[in-house]
Each structure stands twice: as C-alpha cells, then as structure tokens.
C-alpha cells in the first residue's frame, strides 16, 4: 500500500498562525514526521520543509505515485483572534466516497479516543486535495490555533505524537 502524508500547508504561508504566533505548519510538519514511520507501506510526502508546495503540485505528486491513500494534516483557526471554537474534525469529499468515509470515521474516533479533545464529526467539502486526488483522501484539522488551550496543546511534542499515532491506529484498522 502507498500512503501520502501532506503537511498541509507550507513554511512561508501567510496567515495561517495563533494569534501568538505559532505557524499552523509547525504542527502539521511535526507530526507528519512522526506519522511516517508508524505507517506500513510506501509512505511519500508531498509537501516540502523549505518551500510552500502549491496544492496543485502536491496532488500531482500523490496522483503520479498512484498512491491508495491522502492524509492530509493540518490545524484548524476561527478568525484571527482567541476564540471559543475548539475541537477535532476529519473532512471527506462532498461526494462521500465510501472508502474515504471510513477512514475519517476511524480516524476521528481514534484522534477523539486519544486526546479526550470536542469531536466536531466528520465532515464533507471540497478541499482541492480531496477533489482531485485520485486515491482514498482525508484532511484531518486537530485542534483550534486560536483556541488558548488547544493551541497550547498544538504546540507540544507529546499532542504531536499522540495525534500521529492515533491516525497510524485508525489507517492501519481501515486498510491493512
């Protein structure tokens, strides 16, 4: 099996921060690097730790490797201030592939399980990394970086792990 691991986002991203600072690519590039070898398989990145990878680019990379599944990491925000928004949250296709609904439905129990984070559910859109990937994909948003606690969280290497390794849990139920 071929797993693609996209660290959503790149370094140089504007926005896309706590309101403290925190770039979200710091937790989605951490825990990409942990998640790699708790999975099976091939596992590819498509994202780049120097340069901000353009998502047409990344979608590209993961369609030519003919992977089986797109992971895509990243941090939730609302607005660009503190807010009470928090929570966990797995995203699928709008058009719910029955594949890919099944992965981000182990996948959110497991992140849920492990960090005793709010479950937001699992949820439809149409992400450009889920559109047009060809393969099973889920966008995983781990928490809130304009939440104080969460963000806080976000931040450490214990959250990092933790969250990795519940995703390598979920995967590894769903299709292996």
Sequence with gaps: MKIIIDAGH???TPGKRSPDGMREFEFNQETALFLKPLLPGDVQFVHHNKRDVPLQERVRKANNAKADLYVSIHANAFSTGWSSAQGIETYIHSSRPAKAMA????V???????TGRR?????TADFYVLRHTQMSAILVEAGFMTHREEARLLRTASYRKTCALAIATAVKQTCF
Excluded: C, N, T
Aim: proline share 5%.
């Design 103 to 106: 992965i981000a439905q182990a």
């Design 119 to 123: 479950s937001r559910g699992v949820k």
């Design 108 to 114: 959110q129990h497991e992140l849920i399980h492990a």
């Design 10 to 12: 790149g370094p140089h």
